[in-house]
């Protein structure tokens, strides 16, 4: 296998999948190709965090394995997301005095966000992002750039992202022990985002929602910046289990209908349109009505979307979503599920997909690969302003024993 220091990797540790995107980088002006994709069900996580380590680290490792055979290459680094109940965001100010006359530097905008940072955290928690929203010199406000302005003051205001140590060390050492660096470690509604909005969106105003299996994860942009973001921990899984309690059916065969039947409208259903679900051990085959599956899911759904508006009106902006709403993650694929976003925000909303990559990208088209490949295009732009690459290890990073570990986990 080929050696190459211009690959990009993005692995989105999932509750419900690992998905691993590989993508050769070619110069700075030139666009990202995706050359592999790996993609296995997820193990060791629930609700967005490591919660079994050993089967995390074979699920990862597997996952990349997957993308390796594809790409033909072999990987050392990587951008992985992280998502889970524990992120808390909130935004902060900072001031910086800027030398007379000298107009603003970018030394002076570090300062202000640096002291946007400065916030005092409880000793368990970090800082995982710091995204500037705007600037004000001198009192006046809204400013996206204030480098060469003249003024003596000025002020940041930041959005921040925090999360427990241990969650984000653990996806770490997770990545660490399949035998993997990583490169830096990235919200996954941030991810998702960069993924599937343009810029005109995210001036306009635009909610995110990833709807995963373990997690919900919105993001609010306006004005170019995202200016909200949190993270429930209900998803998906608490719809399969909906279902697999109102049909008293085990939860993979819930899992198995909900996506081939489900739907998020009841109405949009025909009364009358039944599906069978076969006999399995000690069950006869049942039949069961699709509007009663779909009321089941719109139910569940409706209550995440709902918890997900609140907190966007606590947040003062879901009067300024000028380009709506845009769903990412697999809950997307939920027939009716951007109709039922409609009717409780009311505002457009649409599916996102991937865009802005080149390649195989017939494999990665699906809403829930929108993590993943903005984990890559997030790495890329990273690398190219020098912003991220701090590299974080928490475990030994020993190939061979992920490879043996994924072996013998496979094995007993
Ligand atoms: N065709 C489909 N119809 C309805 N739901 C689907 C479909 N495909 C996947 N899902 C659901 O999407 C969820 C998984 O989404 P996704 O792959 O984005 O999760 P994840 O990224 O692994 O999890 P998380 O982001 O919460 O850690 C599961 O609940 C799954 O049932
Ligand atoms: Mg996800």
Same mark, same amino acid.
């Given at each position: 296998m080929k050696n190459r220091t211009d690959l990009i990797v993005g692995i989105d540790v999932g509750t419900t999948k690992i998905c691993t995107i590989v993508a050769e980088a070619g110069g700075a002006s030139e666009g990202l190709r995706v050359i592999g994709v790996g993609r296995v069900p997820s193990r060791g996580l629930q609700k967005g965090v490591v919660t079994d380590m050993d089967a995390a680290v074979a699920a990862i490792t597997a996952s990349v394995e997957d993308a390796e055979k594809m790409a033909d290459a072999e990987i050392y680094t990587v951008f992985t997301g992280i998502t889970g109940g524990h992120i808390a965001s909130f935004n902060s100010r900072g001031v910086s005095a800027v030398a007379d006359g000298s107009g603003i530097t970018a030394r002076d905008i570090e300062r202000a966000i640096d002291a946007a940072r400065a916030v005092s955290?409880?000793?368990?928690?970090?800082?995982?992002?710091?995204?500037?929203?705007?600037? #004000?010199?001198?009192?006046?406000?809204?400013?996206?750039?204030?480098?060469?302005?003249?003024?003596?003051?000025?002020?940041?205001? !930041?959005?921040?992202?925090?999360?427990?140590?241990?969650?984000?060390?653990?996806?770490?050492? $997770?990545?660490?022990? #399949?035998?993997?660096?990583?490169?830096?470690? /990235?919200?996954?509604?941030?991810?998702?985002?960069v993924a599937v909005l343009d810029d005109d969106a995210r001036g306009a105003g635009v909610l995110l929602i990833d709807l995963g299996g373990g997690t919900t994860d919105a993001a609010v942009f306006h004005r170019g910046a995202v200016r909200h973001s949190h993270v429930l921990a209900v998803g998906g899984d608490h719809v399969t289990n909906d279902i697999s309690v109102a049909l008293r059916i085990p939860v993979p065969a819930a899992e198995e209908i909900k996506r081939e039947?489900?739907?998020?409208?009841?109405?949009?259903v025909d009364p009358e349109e039944e599906f069978e679900i076969p006999a399995s051990a000690g069950r006869m085959p049942l039949r069961c009505r699709r509007r009663d599956l779909a009321r089941v899911i719109g139910l569940r759904m409706e209550e995440t979307l709902t918890l997900v508006r609140r907190q966007v009106e606590r947040s003062g902006l879901l009067g300024l979503l000028g380009a709506g709403v845009v769903l990412t993650g697999g809950g997307a694929l939920t027939d009716g599920a951007a109709e039922l976003a409609e009717r409780i925000f009311r505002l457009?909303?649409? /599916?996102?997909?991937?865009? $802005?990559? !080149?390649?195989?990208?017939?494999?990665?088209?699906?809403?829930?690969?929108?993590?993943?490949?903005?984990?890559?295009?997030?790495?890329?732009?990273?690398?190219?302003?020098g912003k991220v690459s701090r590299f974080r290890k928490v475990g030994r990073i020993e190939r061979i024993a992920g490879r043996l570990r994924a072996w013998i986990g496979g094995r007993f």
């Open positions: 955290l409880p000793a368990d928690r970090e800082v995982l992002h710091t995204i500037p929203i705007e600037f #004000a010199v001198d009192g006046q406000a809204g400013i996206r750039d204030p480098k060469g302005m003249t003024g003596v003051r000025l002020e940041a205001e !930041a959005h921040i992202v925090t999360g427990a140590i241990t969650a984000a060390q653990n996806i770490i050492r $997770g990545v660490n022990g #399949a035998g993997f660096e990583v490169e830096d470690i /990235v919200l996954q509604a941030l991810a998702s985002s039947r489900g739907c998020a409208i009841a109405e949009r457009p909303a649409r /599916v996102g997909r991937p865009s $802005g990559l !080149a390649g195989v990208t017939e494999v990665i088209d699906g809403p829930d690969y929108a993590a993943a490949a903005g984990l890559v295009i997030y790495g890329r732009r990273g690398r190219l302003t």
